[in-house]
Structures are given as structure tokens and as C-alpha cells.
């Protein structure tokens, strides 16, 4: 018996939930004949839902039948003087021309909230609804004037960015966040909507003002975290860094904000300004590892900057900083980096293999001995002891399977392979490595497997792309001029060839390295004119949009190849960034 019974309250349960969902489809398709008798026979069947009756006063509504709905509208207020109903009545008579008793009814509903201030909720939302906005407005404030512990300010905030007024929306948005802390990445969600990465953009003035005016009359730290990130959005970084000390100076507690902006500042190559922010956290920070972390990061940036003239005192500081913290698994990137710098920079490689060979006798993770052995065998790349580096990435591969550092250590022995003319092997592991997890290592790995398979056919005994994985060696090696030399034979001896296109690339990547950017234009143009058709078409127009926007200060060329890239490639990885780049261009906010 009990079964029955759940059988047919299921079965009535299910016939109610279609009835519902036919009678909104008839509603959204403008068949509101159907849509009337459906919600009559809902409405009767379910006198305690108000939402078909709403639904139902729509319905009249929508086909004019303004006295049918009237009557509806008005046997539900004689239950009960709510607040939506007679905002409901009102617009009912708005719908009839009728402003004089719309307004009746609208400032009526209003009044309701005198009795009772929490009412604002369902009055200031059903006027959302209807588009009626300074009504919504009016509720909202005269609900927190009456209490004013209730917070509408989200709420107005959202009004008053759908009307455009976009003062008392930055306004609304931030009393909203005085008390409700815990939204304020919410509300730099909606603030980036608005705001553009040019600081002189009107809606960015405004925002900087109020927030400045917060700072003074209100002194509490969040005005200054969120000054701070509308600066970092505005790539101001110097003055971002003015807030961070700010914060940092009142708290005393952690650095962790200011490392961030740091690396945020060093990605963007401002690298002068992101070595202040490492040397503040080094004179400030009592915590060993974060002093380590910074010290390794300003050497980082002074070694990108150094002259050959400075190496000698570049190499004191690396030894310096190495044997006052001692060597030890927390230097470790420190020790990797310095025998990076005796590589690749002072061109010392017996002096860097034996500095690391030192390294791994110390007790390390499995992950730290991995890394030490991927910069060793790069260095042995460096010296082409190809074998010898061939052991160490192996070695990775087998201690650390399936990590993002063993398919980077597969895709080198792929690279070493190919270093020395072995193409079939280096081929076999790229092919391994094109699901990697790392898409970073993918890309590379498809890149390199199609450079091979491209060109190995083309030519039987595969002189240009010998040639051509010779001046990629040479680039490694920092022996840029001689790459570019062997990239020019290339270009001149194998024109018909399929490698032209990558060596038209490689050679202007080389030329920027140099900063050699009327060269580089040269072939990003070549490449563009003759190889439209090619797959490195967006590579070289998105790396031509960047060298005109950033190098040669034309952003009109620049827009023009970055709006190419949005309506002609929108598969290309270039895509997102040149979008954004467009934007910012162009003027736009940043989202």
C-alpha cells in the first residue's frame, strides 16, 4: 500500500514538473494563448505558489488583457499589502500609459519598507526586475537609512553600472567591501570591467580618487591593497610598490605581497625596478628562505643585465651570497644558477660541471637532484658531450616518472638527438611527448617533431636541416652571430626548400635577442608576404605587432596585425594576448 502511495506522489510529482516546463516554453516562445491556459491550470492546482500567479499576471499582461490582470494583481493584495504586488499593480498601469497611478503605486510600495525595513529586499528586486532603477535606488537607500545595518550597496552598485554612472558605482561597490571583506576579489572582478591598463582613462581617475580620499579619511589597509592592484593593472608598478612598502610597513607580517609584485614586475621586464623590490625584502625579511629566494632572484636579473665587463664582480657576488647562506638543499636554485652563469655567460663549463658535480654529493630530494642534473647536462649540451648529458636526462626520466621535469628531461634528449643529426630517435620521444602534461613541453615537442618531419624528406641527405639544427646548437651555445651566419647560408643555398619559412624565424628571433629589430621586421615581413599559408604565419605577425608596439613605437601597425590575429587566426596561442593587446590599444578596459 505504502508503495502505491509513493508510486502515484512521484508520478503526480513528475506530470506537475512538465506541466511547468511546458508552460514556460510556451511563455518564451510568444505563445502566450498556451501559456495562459497552462498557468490558469497551475495557479488553481497550487494556490500557495505566488510564482504562477506572477506568471500568470505576465501572461494578461503580455496580451494586453490589463483588466484580467488587474484583478489578479488585486485579490492577491487583498490577502496582503505586499510590497511586489503593489509595484506589480503599478506598472500594470504603466503598461496602460497610466504614469499618474503608476507612480501612485510605485511610491506606495516604497512606503512599505517604513514598516518594516528588511521588506526592501523583495520591493528593490521586483523593481530590478521591471528595469525600474531609481525606484530600486530609492528602496535600497531609504532601507539602510532606516537601518543601517542592512547593506544594499552591491546592489545599487550593479544599478549604477547598468546606468552608467560609474562614480557611484566605484563608490557603492567600495562601502559594500568596508564591511565585507572577504568579497574584495569579487569587486576587483567587477572594477576590471571598467578600468583600462592606460592610468589616465577617466573610469581609472575616478577609482584612484576615491581610493585615495579612503586612505585619508579612513585609513585601513584594504584601501591600500586595492590602490595597490589598480596600479598593477595599469602595469604602474613603481607605485604599486609605494603601497606594498605602506602595507607592509604597518603590518610588519609577511612579504609574500611584495614578492609577488616583484615577480609580477620581472615577468614584465621591468627589471631595474623589480631588483629594488628583492633588495627591500632582503633588508626587511627575517625568514632565511624568503632572503635566499630574493637574493637568487636579484642575481637572476643582474646576470640579464650584466656586460662582460661585470662579470668578474657578478661572479664574487654569486660566491659571496653562496657561501654566506652555505650550500645546502635551500641554496639549490642558487648553486644552479651560478653554474648557469659560469656557462653560459663566462663561457667557464669545466668550472660549472665541477661546481655541480660538487652539488650532488650533497643529501637532496629526488626533485632537487633531478634539477641539478638537467642544468649539468645542459652544460654538457653547451660542451656537445652529448652522450654525457644523454646519461644525466635518462637518469631523470627513470627517478621521476611521468613528472613535468622527466617529460622536460625526454623532450632535451630529444633535442640532443637532434643536436647531433640522430633525427629518427629525437622523432620516436617527441612523438611520446605530445600528450605531455606540460603544455609547454607539448607545444615545444610538436614544434621540434615538425621541424624534422617537415624536412627530412625534403632533401635525402638532409644538409639543410643539419645546417639548420647546427645554428640552433650555436644559438644554445650563445654563439648567436655564427647561428645567424648559418641561418643566412641556409636562407641563400635552400630557397625552395620547406625549412625556409623556420629559418626565416629563427634567424629574426636571433636578430631580436641582438635588438637588431629592423633585421628581425625584415624576415617577420618575408615570412608574412610569401608564407601565408604556413603554420608559423601567426608567430611571425604576432612577434612583428609586438616589435612595432614595444621596440619601434608604431601601435597603429601594431593594432593592425593584432586585430589579424583575432579575425584570421582565433586558433593561433597568440590569440588571448593579442586580443588583450589589441584592446589595450585601442583603449578599451581590461577585461
Do not use: C
Request: hydrophobic share 40%.
Amino acid at each position: 500500500m505504502r508503495f502505491l502511495i509513493l508510486f502515484f506522489f512521484l508520478l503526480s510529482l513528475n506530470t506537475f514538473a512538465q506541466d511547468d516546463i511546458v508552460a514556460r516554453e510556451y511563455f518564451k516562445n510568444g505563445e502566450f494563448e498556451k501559456a495562459l491556459i497552462s498557468y490558469k491550470s497551475l495557479a488553481k492546482k497550487n494556490k500557495n505558489n505566488s510564482s504562477y500567479v506572477i506568471q500568470l499576471i505576465k501572461t494578461h499582461q503580455q496580451l494586453e488583457q490589463y483588466a484580467e490582470a488587474q484583478t489578479l494583481i488585486e485579490d492577491q493584495l487583498a490577502k496582503r499589502a505586499y510590497g511586489p504586488y503593489i509595484i506589480e499593480l503599478g506598472y500594470n498601469y504603466a503598461l496602460q500609459k497610466d504614469t499618474v497611478n503608476a507612480k501612485l503605486n510605485y511610491d506606495k510600495a516604497i512606503q512599505k519598507i517604513e514598516t518594516n525595513a528588511n521588506y526592501a529586499y523583495g520591493v528593490g528586486r521586483r523593481f530590478e526586475s521591471l528595469s525600474l532603477l531609481d525606484e530600486a535606488i530609492t528602496t535600497y537607500k531609504k532601507a539602510m537609512e532606516l537601518k543601517p545595518e542592512l547593506n544594499f550597496n552591491m546592489q545599487l552598485a550593479r544599478i549604477y553600472g547598468e546606468q552608467g554612472n560609474i562614480e557611484k558605482m566605484f563608490n557603492s561597490y567600495i562601502n559594500f567591501s568596508e564591511v565585507n571583506e572577504s568579497y574584495i576579489n569579487n569587486i576587483k572582478r567587477e572594477f576590471s570591467t571598467f578600468i583600462s591598463e592606460n592610468g589616465t582613462n577617466e573610469n581609472n581617475v575616478i577609482l584612484r580618487k576615491i581610493l585615495l580620499k579612503k586612505i585619508q579619511t579612513n585609513p585601513s589597509l584594504i584601501w591600500n591593497e586595492m590602490l595597490s592592484w589598480l596600479f598593477i593593472q595599469q602595469k604602474d608598478y613603481k607605485k604599486a610598490f609605494i603601497q606594498e612598502k605602506a602595507i607592509y610597513k604597518r603590518e610588519l607580517a609577511s612579504l609574500d605581497r611584495v614578492e609577488e609584485l616583484a615577480l609580477i614586475t620581472y615577468n614584465n621586464k621591468k627589471n631595474n625596478l623589480a631588483k629594488q623590490m628583492f633588495q627591500f625584502i632582503i633588508e626587511n625579511t627575517q625568514d632565511i628562505d624568503t632572503k635566499i629566494n630574493a637574493h637568487y632572484n636579484n642575481l637572476k636579473i643582474e646576470t640579464e643585465l650584466a656586460t662582460k665587463k661585470e662579470y668578474p664582480e657578478l661572479n664574487k657576488k654569486y660566491l659571496n651570497t653562496i657561501n654566506e647562506f652555505g650550500r645546502f638543499a635551500n641554496t639549490i636554485d642558487l648553486q644552479i644558477a651560478y653554474a648557469h652563469f659560469l656557462a653560459f655567460n663566462e663561457n667557464k663549463t669545466k668550472e660549472a660541471i665541477s661546481f655541480l658535480k660538487e652539488s650532488l654529493k650533497l643529501k637532496l630530494t629526488t626533485f632537487n637532484l633531478a634539477k641539478l642534473k638537467l642544468e649539468l647536462g645542459d652544460i654538457l649540451v653547451l660542451e656537445e658531450k652529448f652522450n654525457e648529458a644523454l646519461i644525466y636526462y635518462t637518469q631523470i626520466q627513470r627517478s621521476l616518472k611521468n613528472s613535468t621535469l622527466s617529460q622536460e628531461a625526454r623532450f632535451k634528449v630529444a633535442k640532443t638527438s637532434y643536436f647531433k643529426g640522430d633525427f629518427k630517435w629525437a622523432e620516436s620521444q617527441l612523438k611520446i611527448l605530445k600528450s605531455s602534461t606540460s603544455q609547454l613541453t607539448a607545444n615545444d615537442a610538436l614544434d621540434l617533431k615538425l621541424l624534422i618531419s617537415d624536412n627530412k624528406l625534403d632533401d635525402s641527405l638532409q644538409v639543410a636541416l643539419k645546417s639548420y639544427a647546427k645554428a640552433d646548437l650555436l644559438a644554445f651555445q650563445n654563439r648567436k652571430d655564427e647561428a645567424i651566419t648559418i641561418l643566412g647560408s641556409i636562407l641563400k643555398n635552400h630557397k625552395t626548400e620547406a625549412i625556409i619559412p623556420q629559418t626565416l624565424l629563427k634567424q629574426a628571433q636571433l636578430f631580436e635577442d641582438k635588438q637588431e629589430f629592423e633585421k628581425a621586421k625584415d624576415n617577420y615581413e618575408a615570412l608574412i608576404k610569401n608564407y601565408k599559408e604556413g603554420i608559423l604565419i601567426d608567430d611571425a605577425i604576432f612577434a612583428l605587432a609586438e616589435i612595432y608596439a614595444d621596440k619601434l613605437a608604431l601601435p597603429e601597425k601594431a593594432k593592425e596585425l593584432y586585430e589579424i590575429i583575432i579575425f584570421n587566426h582565433a586558433d593561433s596561442i597568440y590569440f588571448v594576448e593579442a586580443r588583450k593587446k589589441f584592446r589595450a590599444l585601442r583603449g578599451d578596459s581590461i577585461n
